[in-house]
């Protein structure tokens, strides 16, 4: 399923070194996106902890402004998420 969102994510990644091994890094947005796409428990309390630590203040609005390239359920997923974010 995550296929579609593959693309969009590697372009956009950083690239970091760690030990000597080039590890793509995903922004947060798109890690939050691929989280939305998996829909698990776990996905969305990380969704929640992502929203709480992070210093991005336009992480909401960047998640908000691709919503509509995810199915249905991703969208529905997001709103409970947010229900549970102070």
């Not at 996106?33 to 609005?61: C, F, H, M, N």
């Amino acid at each position: 399923r995550c296929r579609a969102l593959t693309p969009e994510y590697v372009n956009r990644a950083s690239v970091l070194e760690l030990s000597g091994v080039r590890v793509p890094v995903a922004a947060a947005v798109d890690l939050i996106l691929l989280k939305l796409y998996a829909g698990s428990p776990q996905d969305r309390w990380d969704i929640q902890r992502l929203l709480a630590v992070s210093t991005e203040p336009e992480l909401r609005d960047n998640v908000e402004a691709s919503l509509l390239d995810l199915p249905l359920e991703c969208r529905a997923v997001w709103r409970s998420v947010l229900e549970g974010v102070a």
